[in-house]
């Protein structure tokens, strides 16, 4: 008679398929409230303490830890020697383990939750059962996932027994699962022991959905969420009208919330491939996406829009007018969900939290035969802004710089940002060259330039972009500094009468 050991956490389906095991002839060994729930079901179970004469102890932190359990899994059904030590040391198989873990990830995500709870929570005998059962795959199969209990059973109840490929699937899941468990109890103790880059670093992800395709047709995809705290992200976003996110969707909807946390007021960001195109504070937010909108009304088609206040019926009606792909706002009267619902593909998503910009996480970008992994930037300004120029910004100015500052933090190095009245006037991002994003971003802008300020993310290595912003009429200017060259901008700057302040922090982005 074939045996099952059957112990999980999650006890979803656990009782309809135990007793479709025994009606195909099954013996059951349980334990614990796997072992109590199964016997309220009418189950007959076989407690482990009887399969290994010993019994739990230490709180219930030994319980599977034995050879009589271990063997059974990890003996070859074929060796003879294995067989015949089986016999030997009355150690009888284990054809089947179903096991899931203690909710780790569930622990530490709690609120106030304390060390010794954490600590509880770490699986022992579960992950070496898995383990024990998926390196054995050829002769016992292993289930952690609930989803799988219907295929186990139809190839029971077709074959007489669960097929090597279905068992070198299940294996693999178990892998998956439990180098995800140990992952996250890794995380856990770098961060209580104050290790920020370990010298071996295992990331761990859970996948959200399968993507249609890449960035390109060609390249499969999928969105994978961080298994720690996502609130504010879009890991934790609801979609509540249109297509199916696509990568770039998501990738450019990012790109908006990380400009948007920059801001505590009411703002609308406006992005086009993962760069803002438009940024717009005000006292509503019909005002700020107006603004937003105004700064560049040939890229917002076809772009995203992120607010950070409720989207109401005036401004879903503004936004109607324009072709978007992406509306996030934490949330959204009726009567502005009813417009823009009236478009058939805009994707809408509500994301509470959206203001929550205290993430203690990892910037990474992939290269081949490697990953680079740096501090998330959440740093603004280091220091007290410097103003190294004759003139002092006045109080209107330094509002804009600050508010140009946190638009050019965002956008793709070398980037070039100029604002006016807390709205963009243009943006020059991404050049080789810093003058050419200035030079693009003054084209952008016209006449709307005379009166602006200007914000650079990283120092000028020459006066070239202080006197082509000079005779572009803009009137301040905050940068890093930080150039050999600082004085022949100053010496510009002051020419011109125009006010610049030092940041001494840059903020590349690449």
């Not at 330039?449 to 914000?455: E, I, N, Q, T, Y």
Request: glycine share 8%; charged share 30%; net charge negative.
């Amino acid at each position: 008679m074939p045996r099952a050991l059957i112990s999980v956490y999650d006890k979803t389906g656990v009782v309809e398929f135990a007793k479709k095991l025994v009606g195909l002839g099954w013996e059951i060994i349980s334990t614990g409230g796997t072992a109590r729930k199964l016997t309220e079901a009418g189950i007959d179970v076989i407690d482990v303490s009887e399969v290994t004469e010993f019994p739990e102890c230490f709180d219930g932190r030994v319980k599977t830890l034995h050879p009589k359990i271990h063997g059974g899994l990890l003996a070859i059904r074929d060796n003879k020697e294995h067989v015949e030590g089986m016999d030997k040391l009355g150690i009888k198989p284990i054809d089947m383990v179903v096991n899931n873990l203690y909710p780790f990830k569930e622990t530490i995500l709690k609120k106030d939750v304390t060390h010794e709870e954490i600590i509880e929570n770490i699986d022992i005998g579960g992950p070496s059962m898995l383990r024990a059962a998926a390196k054995n795959y050829k002769y016992v199969s292993v289930v952690v996932d609930p989803r799988d209990y219907d295929k186990i059973i139809k190839e029971l109840q077709d074959n007489g027994k669960v097929s090597l490929e279905t068992n070198k699937y299940l294996a693999a899941k178990v892998f998956q699962h439990t180098s995800n468990y140990d992952a996250l109890i890794s995380k856990y103790f770098n961060d209580i022991a104050g290790i920020e880059m370990p010298e071996l670093l295992t990331l761990t992800y859970e996948k959200r959905q399968d993507l249609r395709y890449g960035e390109n047709p060609h390249q499969a995809a999928a969105f994978y969420t961080e298994t720690q705290e996502t609130e504010g992200t879009l890991s934790n976003a609801v979609q509540l009208h249109g297509k199916e996110l696509s990568f770039n969707n998501i990738n450019d909807t990012n790109g908006a919330l990380e400009i948007l946390k920059e801001y505590e007021e009411t703002t609308v960001v406006a992005v086009k491939h993962a760069n803002p195109c438009g940024i717009g504070t005000a006292e509503t937010i019909s005002e700020a996406f107006q603004k937003a909108y105004e700064a560049d009304k040939l890229s917002i088609f076809g772009g995203i829009i992120a607010a950070n206040e409720e989207i109401d019926k005036e401004t879903a009606e503004m936004i109607n007018k324009i072709f978007i792909e992406v509306v996030v706002a934490p949330s959204y009267t009726k009567e502005a969900l009813e417009v823009l619902k009236s478009k058939k593909n805009i994707r809408i998503l509500q994301l509470q939290d959206i203001k929550k910009n205290d993430y203690k996480t990892y910037d990474m970008k992939k290269v081949l035969g490697g990953l680079l992994i740096q501090d998330r930037d959440n740093m603004l300004l280091k220091d007290e802004l410097k103003v190294v120029t004759d003139r002092e910004p006045t109080d209107k100015e330094l509002e804009d710089l600050i508010f140009a500052w946190k638009a050019v933090k965002n956008a793709k190095s070398n980037g070039i940002v100029l604002a006016k009245d807390k709205a963009t006037i243009a943006v020059g991002p991404g050049q080789v060259s810093r003058i050419w994003a200035l030079e693009n971003a003054i084209k952008q802008g016209g006449e709307m330039v005379k009166g602006s300020v200007m914000a650079s993310d990283a120092f000028f290595p020459f006066s070239d972009s202080v006197e082509a912003a000079a005779k572009a009429g803009v009137t301040a200017i905050i940068q890093p500094g930080g150039s050999i060259r600082d004085n022949e901008s100053i010496e510009a700057a002051n020419k011109y009468g125009i006010a610049m302040v030092f940041t001494g922090i840059r903020h590349f982005k690449h």
